[in-house]
């Protein structure tokens, strides 16, 4: 995968079309007038975490993605949004 959008995968859709899928959650503090986030959490997917890295190449590829969209090494994180 080449996408570096932070947490991006394929994910499988009808008519055999593919769609990018970002999943996350978030905290919001709301009013009868506004709305505001409090905290959010993105659950990137296995293939954006090194530990499940085949390869050192894979391993590599997988720290250059992290890097260029600049989240942290997520060895401390090990919930995935997709198998």
Known sequence: MTNSSTGISPAARALDKVGNVQVGTSVQVVSGTASCARNWRLFPPRSWDEAD???????????????????????????????
């Open 53 to 83: 890295a085949t390869s050192k190449v894979e391993y590599r590829e997988i720290r250059r993605r992290q890097d260029r969209a600049r989240i942290p090494d997520m060895t401390a994180s090990r919930r995935h949004a997709s198998p």
